[in-house]
């Protein structure tokens, strides 16, 4: 115990950092590494020279605020120390967390913005964990008011000695938060590595199909009475992928093979890279306010949205990287140039052809929405050669949805379907069927296959 508690005071101190007003607070055991004027300490990502060996890594077991006034405090109680860095974010206004990987052995919902009590008047709104990517956890805080990290750190308790993870908050104004977000964006661009250049995947024989479950990781998407999204939907994925597997004609890859999260562009450029065929996401939504809106909606991207409903979803599902704390980025496919546009009205004549070929199908299986062919501006549907679909499953909020969502025999069925709309698709694609060019939303598209079985 006593070498635990030594690490947690000395290495296990956390850099944390105020990035405002030009402070540090450094925790014990770095006081002597005050930077030099202009800079400041943290986002260390080799901070943690101690790493807990397989089967110890550091589990957080609960979690608390205590928030008055300008001040807000944020507690982790954890079995073993860990090393912190802290910054601030904004659009939306957020407060990164970073850790080594750590097991959150909390409810979900803890942290949900009405949990345990409305913290409308905080400023801490609402807060997330989870992992990040293989060996790194984070903690994502949404805030209710701008504010500045004072501290990060590892403390240990006096009575029963286990280690704790403290944030402290201290609200501060527009521009001193702003100030901060600039040198914490100056900060991570120091440190971002330069992207490995991924060799293309060679063409394959068998028509790629790229299955991407939405969210995973810190991005817990869409949660409902004990139902979460990422969950339920990779397990969707999953069975979509095995079936398609058994058919032989296709070689299929999924964006993540388990729960991790992966960035809205990174989804986009795996399919580019990996010369899918057809990419289809999956996904489930909620609304707090309708519980009767129910059934599946499969949605195709758009510059401007079909309906109001489509480009609250598609706002919604863009927020997955905001969700895990990653930086607004530019949008890349925002290219242009006449054979590209060609390319992109081709792709998505295919993406409509599909749309309409996946909601046939689906009548088979399940429920639609009311209006189940819709479109908007969806990041991860992007790729401007690649045809690409978003299906919502239905909807978390409403009971017969949910109930199907976490039944098996339901998944069996649905996934079949889906696997069924994704053969037809290819089969009419090679015998010839010709789709309209046009990239105009709910334009009818030609020789769309006949449904069912
Ligand atoms: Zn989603």
Redesign the pocket.
């Known amino acids: 115990m006593a070498e635990r508690a030594f690490f947690c005071k000395a290495v296990g101190a956390a850099t944390a950092m105020a990035l405002g007003a030009g402070t540090v607070v450094l925790a014990a055991g770095w006081l002597t590494l005050l930077p030099p004027a202009g800079r400041y300490l943290g986002l260390r990502a080799d901070a943690a020279t101690v790493q807990p060996g397989p089967g110890e890594r550091p589990a957080a077991n609960a979690a608390r605020i205590e928030q008055s006034g300008d001040r807000a405090k944020l507690v982790f109680e954890l079995s073993a120390p860990l090393n912190a860095t802290a910054f601030v974010l904004a659009d939306p206004d957020r407060v990164i967390v970073d850790l080594p990987q750590t097991d959150f052995a909390l409810d979900p919902e803890t942290g949900k913005a009405a949990y345990p009590l409305p913290r409308k008047t905080g400023l801490i709104a609402s807060f997330r964990f989870g992992q990040l990517a293989p060996g790194k956890s984070r903690i994502v805080i949404d805030l209710g008011a701008p504010a500045l990290v004072l501290r990060a750190a590892c403390d240990k308790l006096d009575g029963d000695g286990h280690p704790r993870l403290v944030i402290e908050l201290a609200k501060t104004d527009r521009r001193g938060f702003e100030a901060a977000v600039q040198r914490a964006r100056i900060q991570l661009a120091a440190l971002a590595q330069p992207k490995k250049t991924q060799k293309p995947e060679p063409e394959s024989a068998k028509p790629v199909i790229m299955i991407d479950p939405?969210?995973g990781g810190i991005d817990r998407?869409?949660m409902v009475k004990g139902l979460i999204?990422k969950e339920l939907?990779f397990d969707f994925a999953k069975a979509v992928a095995a079936k398609l597997d058994a058919d032989g004609r296709f070689k299929v890859v999924m964006t993540r093979d388990d729960d991790s999260f992966v960035p809205l562009s990174e989804r986009v450029r795996m399919a580019r890279d990996g010369n899918a065929a057809l990419f289809v996401s999956i996904?489930?939504d909620t609304l707090s306010t309708a519980a009767d809106v129910s059934g599946a909606t499969v949605y195709t991207v758009s510059d401007h949205a079909s309906d109001a409903e489509a480009a609250r979803v598609a706002e919604?599902?863009n927020q997955s990287d905001a969700a895990a704390g990653l930086d607004k980025t530019e949008d890349a496919s925002d290219v242009s140039g006449i054979l590209f546009d060609l390319t992109r009205r081709e792709t998505r004549a295919y993406s409509h052809f599909f749309a309409h070929t996946l909601v046939n199908y689906w009548r088979f299986a399940g429920r639609l929405n009311k209006n189940p062919r819709r479109s908007a501006g969806f990041r991860v549907l992007k790729a401007p050669d690649v045809p690409s679909v978003l299906l919502e499953l239905g909807y978390l909020s409403n009971e017969k949805d949910g109930l199907a969502l976490a039944s098996a025999q339901w998944r069996d069925k649905a996934s079949s379907q889906v696997a069924q709309a994704i053969e037809a698709f290819f089969a009419a694609r090679e015998s010839g069927a010709t789709v309209m060019k046009s990239d105009r939303d709910q334009v009818p598209v030609g020789k769309i296959p006949t449904a069912g079985p």
Request: proline share 0%; charged share 30%.
């Open positions: 939405g969210h998407g869409a999204e939907v996904h489930a919604k599902e």
